[in-house]
Nanobody, 115 residues
Framework: QVQLVESGGGLVQPGGSLRLSCLAS????????MGWYRQAPGKQRELVAR???????TYAVAVRGRFAISRDNAKNTVYLQMKSLKPEDTAVYYC?????????WGQGTQVTVSS
């Protein structure tokens, strides 16, 4: 059974930083490309960063240069380091495999960027 548990969100001022973590179980994590998705109120869920099984990252234009995705296969964990946060980054952040995410999503972690 796939389980994805996100953590690390919170309230941060514009320009601040956060580090998100996602612990995966029930999958052969080291072989799976992983992604961080986000969903803002009233908007569709979007993929903001992905990382291949061997650690090559790709970013959406909106976060390029500000977010960094990484993974630790020994810990079955994928991370998202976010800096220079903007109010438009406010969303619930989720992790899942890419390109076809599992139907089962975690609870997500709320990121709110506000002064």
């Amino acid at each position: 059974q796939v389980q994805l548990v996100e953590s690390g969100g919170g309230l941060v001022q514009p320009g601040g930083s956060l580090r998100l973590s996602c612990l995966a179980s029930g999958i052969t994590f080291s072989t799976k490309p992983m992604g961080w998705y986000r969903q803002a109120p009233g908007k569709q869920r979007e993929l903001v960063a992905r990382i291949s099984s061997d650690g090559s990252p790709t970013y959406a234009v909106a976060v390029r240069g500000r977010f960094a995705i990484s993974r630790d296969n020994a810990k079955n964990t994928v991370y998202l380091q976010m800096k220079s946060l903007k109010p438009e980054d406010t969303a619930v952040y989720y992790c899942n495999v890419v390109p076809s995410p599992f139907d089962s999503w975690g609870q997500g972690t709320q990121v709110t960027v506000s002064s």
